[in-house]
Nanobody
Framework: QAQLVESGGGLVQAGGSLRLSCAAS????????MGWFRQAPGKEREFVAA????????DYADSVKGRFTISRDNAKNTVYLQMNSLKLEDTAVYYC????????????????WGQGTQVTVSS
């Protein structure tokens, strides 16, 4: 079972950047597809980005495409979300997610979740 711990959230001005990290426990990180989701106040959790096991393929929500980049370092058991050109509407709690899979495709459905990290974008 993967245990996930997010970090890197905080307060940033609109137009700024943040990089989120998600550290996973265990020795089988490369067998997990990884993803990022977010939940804004009063809204449902939504998909943000996903990356396959090897890091060779990614998937993004239209709302972040071209601004956010997901990446992973399997040697460090860590997945990252680089967020550039942040907008007020990016304010949310960001969650890291993992799914043990034999597929080498990015996914949008996950079994394991982190506790979340707050990202607040101010004007």
């Amino acid at each position: 079972q993967a245990q996930l711990v997010e970090s890197g959230g905080g307060l940033v001005q609109a137009g700024g950047s943040l990089r989120l990290s998600c550290a996973a426990s265990g020795r089988t990180f490369s067998r997990y597809a990884m993803g990022w989701f977010r939940q804004a106040p009063g809204k449902e959790r939504e998909f943000v980005a996903a990356i396959n096991r090897s890091g060779s393929s990614t998937d993004y929500a239209d709302s972040v495409k071209g601004r956010f980049t997901i990446s992973r370092d399997n040697a460090k058991n860590t997945v990252y979300l680089q967020m550039n050109s942040l907008k007020l509407e990016d304010t949310a709690v960001y969650y890291c997610a993992a799914d043990l899979t034999t597929s080498d495709r990015p996914k949008r459905v996950y079994d394991y979740w982190g506790q979340g990290t707050q990202v607040t974008v101010s004007s």
